[in-house]
């Protein structure tokens, strides 16, 4: 059975700072990797999704990487603002249209 | 374009009851699923439906069912409701059915069984 992991669970910075969010999983049978943000009590928000024969994908300040054979993923944010501030998730889609969520790291941008 | 939908927003059942959640889906998006996040965790997977169909399923049980509409809308529905119930239903549409498509969700349902 698929597991994904993230770590770490909570994370504190001060603005402008730049960040790593790390995302493992023990299955590397994956089609696609996708990055969710989640504001308190809220939905999630689509971030950036990565297909399994890609390696990376960017967005704005957001640069997200998929090793697929080590079963890792990393979410990069550049000069973080307090508006970053936000649950991260990640999710791997695999065969049998299943999808298995992380557990999320907590963001908090210090002003 | 319309983004996904979800209601009720909240709701309270009592044990031993049944509920029905609702969905509509983004504009033009044919795959619907459906996810239940307890407080602190991360989503966990409960189905997927495509062209009206169930094509996906995780480890719940069978008093958990689902169906879609033809305008690709879906209900939740969660029979014999217990405590550990308790938590934001999320929807989440995405297109085309069994492709490389972001997921886009809705807001999600609270439900509190007490």
């Known amino acids: 059975k698929q597991e994904v992991t993230q770590i770490p669970a909570a994370l504190s910075v001060p603005e402008g700072e730049n960040l790593v969010l790390n995302c493992s999983f023990t299955d590397s049978a994956i089609y696609n990797l996708q990055w969710f943000r989640q504001d308190p009590g809220k939905g999630l928000t689509s971030l950036l999704l990565i297909q399994s024969s890609q390696r990376e994908q960017t967005s704005g300040r957001l640069n997200a990487s998929l090793d697929k054979s080590s079963g890792r993923s990393t979410l990069y944010i550049a000069a973080s603002q307090p508006g970053d501030s936000a649950t991260y998730l990640c999710a791997v889609r695999v065969i049998g249209n299943q999808f298995y969520f992380g557990t999320g790291t907590s963001l908090t941008v210090i002003p | 374009e319309t983004g996904v939908t979800q209601s009720p927003t909240h709701l309270i059942k009592t044990r031993g009851q049944q509920v029905t959640l609702r969905c509509s889906s983004q504009?033009?998006?044919?795959?619907v699923s459906w996810y239940q996040q307890a407080l602190g965790q991360g989503p966990q997977f409960i189905f997927q439906?495509?062209?009206?169909?169930?094509?996906g399923r995780g480890n719940f049980p069978p008093r958990f069912s689902g169906l879609q509409f033809p305008n690709y809308s879906s209900e939740l529905n969660v029979n014999a409701l217990e405590l550990d119930d308790s938590a934001l239903y999320l929807c989440?549409?995405?297109?085309?059915?069994?492709?490389?498509?972001?997921?886009?969700f809705g807001n999600g349902t609270r439900l509190t069984v007490t």
């Open positions: 989440a549409s995405s297109f085309p059915g069994m492709g490389n498509s972001p997921l886009h």
């Open positions: 439906y495509y062209r009206e169909e169930e094509n």
């Open positions: 504009s033009g998006h044919n795959t």
